[in-house]
T-cell receptor, first 116, second 112 residues
Framework: GAVVSQHPSRVICKSGTSVKIECRSL??????MFWYRQFPKQSLMLMAT?????????EQGVEKDKFLINHASLTLSTLTVTSAHPEDSSFYIC????????????FGEGSWLTVV | DAKTTQPTSMDCAEGRAANLPCNHS???????VYWYRQIHSQGPQYIIH???NNETNEMASLIITEDRKSSTLILPHATLRDTAVYYC?????????????FGKGTTLSVSS
């Protein structure tokens, strides 16, 4: 299947700092990517939809100024957690839609964020 | 997207077939049934999807009932590495630009 890669896989940052997570579609172009957050023993929760060349669409309750999403190219979307706090510690997962394979959605490996 | 219902957990012996059921009684005609799985601490992995015909690939088989109100994912020879949470999602073809919404899924435990 198609490959979606996230970087970094694990990151530790101090409270108040910002951290950027990258999501890349390695073998296909993705006009649409999605960002999720997952807390321990819970299911994935959609945060936002990232559209290439336009503003992201955020789910209700997700602060757009805190979770900055940029989708500047057809293979890269970034999520920046600004002014991170310990409660932002979570597993962040991106996914991308592969239009060449019937719009199947593929997921990245996920990124563990720990804010200390 | 139509609501799907899955058992919370299932057990399977290694080497045996794992049959994971999913109910989607309100599914509409243009909604596909997708299956993903999530192994602990990893991103979800696409398994298979179908509309109304049975499907098979190198990972699994998908059996959809004739009325499309339920389906079964079959892992023919389960291994310990198949231990994961399995998600069944109904999604319309016209919603290609929208995200997958995950329920709680079925936790499959494969033991030796």
């Amino acid at each position: 299947g198609a490959v979606v890669s996230q970087h970094p896989s694990r990151v530790i940052c101090k409270s108040g700092t910002s951290v950027k997570i990258e999501c890349r579609s390695l073998d296909f172009q993705a006009t649409t990517m999605f960002w999720y957050r997952q807390f321990p023993k819970q299911s994935l929760m959609l945060m936002a939809t990232s559209n290439e060349g336009s503003k992201a669409t955020y789910e209700q309750g997700v602060e757009k100024d805190k979770f900055l999403i940029n989708h500047a190219s057809l293979t890269l979307s970034t999520l920046t957690v600004t002014s991170a706090h310990p409660e932002d510690s979570s597993f962040y997962i991106c996914s991308a839609k592969d239009t060449s394979s019937g719009n199947t959605i593929y997921f990245g490996e996920g990124s563990w964020l720990t804010v200390v | 997207d139509a609501k799907t219902t899955q058992p919370t957990s299932m057990d399977c012996a290694e080497g045996r077939a794992a049959n994971l059921p999913c109910n989607h009684s309100t599914i509409s005609g243009n909604e596909y049934v997708y299956w993903y799985r999530q192994i602990h601490s990893q991103g979800p992995q696409y398994i298979i999807h179908g509309l109304k015909n049975n499907e098979t690939n190198e990972m699994a088989s998908l059996i959809i009932t004739e009325d499309r109100k339920s389906s079964t994912l079959i892992l023919p020879h389960a291994t310990l590495r198949d231990t994961a949470v399995y998600y069944c999602i109904a999604r319309a073809s016209g919603q290609a630009g929208t995200a997958l919404i995950f329920g709680k899924g079925t936790t499959l435990s494969v033991s030796s």
